[in-house]
């Protein structure tokens, strides 16, 4: 039940692209379709941006998108705005009801 | 509006128990699963627990086995989290999730409760 690996943090300009990398192992990101993304402001509830590698919950901007290869997984954030900026965690399923988290990124907009 | 309340946070002494709470309300709570994360201060989140729709299938990261125990009482659509034993180690904020299982295995957290502080310190 390792920690995911995240850089500890990520910068754009206003209309950039950032991309968030999220490796972990074949018994968790590797081994299921189940990697989740979250943006956290600190004091906030965190809120869901993608679920099952790839997907948008509804109400989610096109901005965000995710993929995944290997063990790793990535987020990419789109036309950045200064609203990205907040810390962004992805999180996969390890298997027998246990999930694991990342280690967390911070975005910076610059 | 689906929302979930989040209390019973506060300070305790090594050793010490403290029971968190999470009220449910906006959706069917008996039809989910639900779960129980952290995140000390200056880390990251922390996966801590689960419990299934009925409470007949409970879930826990090692670090906390035997320790904490995760519940529910679906007529009043809360959420509890019994902590024993505390180390100064859990002091953390704690959050709860709505946990959406599909029928064909897709998983998340969502939504996320504001979360309720424990500080474990003599």
């Known amino acids: 039940q390792s920690a995911l690996t995240q850089p500890r943090s990520v910068s754009g300009s206003p209309g950039q692209s950032v991309t968030i990398s999220c490796t972990g192992t074949?018994?968790?990101?590797?081994?299921?379709?189940?990697v989740s993304w979250y943006r956290h402001h600190p004091g906030k509830a965190p809120k869901l941006m993608i679920y099952?590698?790839?997907k948008r919950p509804s109400g989610v901007p096109d901005r965000f998108s995710g993929s995944k290869s290997g063990n790793t997984a990535s987020l990419t954030i789109s036309g950045l705005q200064a609203e990205d900026e907040a810390d962004y965690y992805c999180?996969?399923?390890?298997?027998?009801?246990?999930?694991?988290f990342g280690t967390g990124t911070k975005v910076t907009v610059l | 509006e689906v929302q979930l309340v989040e209390s019973g946070g506060g300070l305790v002494q090594p050793g010490g128990s403290l029971r968190l709470s999470c009220e449910a309300s906006?959706?069917?709570?008996?039809?989910?699963?639900m779960t129980w994360v952290r995140q000390a201060p200056g880390k990251g989140l922390e996966w801590v627990a689960n419990i299934n729709q009925d409470g007949s299938e409970k879930y826990y990261v090692d670090s906390v086995k035997g320790r904490f125990t995760i519940s529910r009482d679906n007529a009043k659509n809360s959420l509890y989290l019994q902590m024993n034993s505390l180390r100064a180690e859990d002091t953390a904020a704690f959050y709860c999730?709505?946990?959406?299982?599909?029928?064909?295995?897709?998983?998340?957290?969502?939504?996320w409760g504001q979360g309720t502080l424990v500080t474990v310190s003599s």
């Open positions: 099952d590698v790839s």
């Open positions: 999730a709505r946990m959406v299982v599909t029928a064909t295995g897709e998983n998340w957290f969502d939504p």
């Open positions: 074949s018994s968790d990101v590797g081994g299921f379709n189940y």
């Open positions: 999180s996969s399923y390890a298997g027998r009801y246990t999930y694991v």
């Open positions: 906006g959706f069917t709570f008996r039809s989910y699963w």
